[in-house]
T-cell receptor, first 113, second 112 residues
Framework: AAGVIQSPRHLIKEKRETATLKCYPI?????VYWYQQGPGQDPQFLIS???????DKGSIPDRFSAQQFSDYHSELNMSSLELGDSALYFC????????????FGPGTRLTVT | QKEVEQNSGPLSVPEGAIASLNCTYS??????FFWYRQYSGKSPELIMF????GDKEDGRFTAQLNKASQYVSLLIRDSQPSDSATYLC????????????FGKGTRLHILP
């Protein structure tokens, strides 16, 4: 079965640079979530989109923005990168109404130097 | 009180034994409950979900839910070394659409 696709899988950036992470949800899934996970931490919810509209917002820094496009893929844009932004970034998708049954992509490992 | 609480472990269980992982949650109106397995450096993998009080079995895994006690557990029978991972409990709180709140996770180590 098709899974969530994320690209790139690894990304190295320098401080103050920008990064764009992409997420392609499972076909027919209409909701996308972004999470950030630091070493030894649980996934921290950043933001979610349902039918191309922002549906919820978590601990996403103002330097980050995201959107969901007409084909349901989503992009997380990160600007003025800081060393503390180094983490695993996961995208998950779900079908609305399944009360949180989310399926995760493989993640993007972002390293800021 | 944290919304979803788990013992961080590590929980060490001999191979072939039953591993029991526990989770409590604070929102009494929570509707659905999930167990994710996460290997180091990998993404969380949904292995079980449960909505109703009682037990739900899937292969070697059994999820147990007690809404009155606000408690959900995961039992892994015939534990295998490949079960060694971090297990994340997640809860869908009331009126939060499809958002889920994760616990900190329990590290499980199966001893060969």
């Amino acid at each position: 079965a098709a899974g969530v696709i994320q690209s790139p899988r690894h990304l190295i950036k320098e401080k103050r640079e920008t990064a764009t992470l992409k997420c392609y949800p499972i076909p027919r899934h209409d909701t996308v979530y972004w999470y950030q996970q630091g070493p030894g931490q649980d996934p921290q919810f950043l933001i979610s989109f349902y039918e191309k509209m922002q549906s919820d917002k978590g601990s996403i820094p103002d330097r980050f923005s995201a959107q969901q496009f007409s084909d349901y893929h989503s992009e997380l844009n990160m600007s003025s990168l800081e060393l503390g932004d180094s983490a695993l970034y996961f995208c998950a998708s779900s079908l609305a109404g399944t009360l949180g049954e989310q399926y995760f992509g493989p993640g993007t490992r972002l390293t800021v130097t | 009180q944290k919304e979803v609480e788990q013992n961080s472990g590590p929980l060490s269980v001999p191979e072939g034994a039953i591993a029991s992982l526990n989770c409590t949650y604070s929102d009494r109106g929570s509707q659905s409950f999930f167990w994710y397995r996460q290997y180091s450096g990998k993404s969380p993998e949904l292995i079980m979900f449960i909505y109703s009080n009682g037990d739900k079995e899937d292969g070697r895994f059994t999820a147990q839910l007690n809404k009155a006690s606000q408690y959900v557990s995961l039992l892994i029978r015939d534990s295998q070394p490949s079960d060694s991972a971090t297990y994340l409990c997640a809860v869908n709180p009331v009126n939060r659409d499809d958002k889920i709140i994760f616990g900190k996770g329990t590290r499980l180590h199966i001893l060969p």
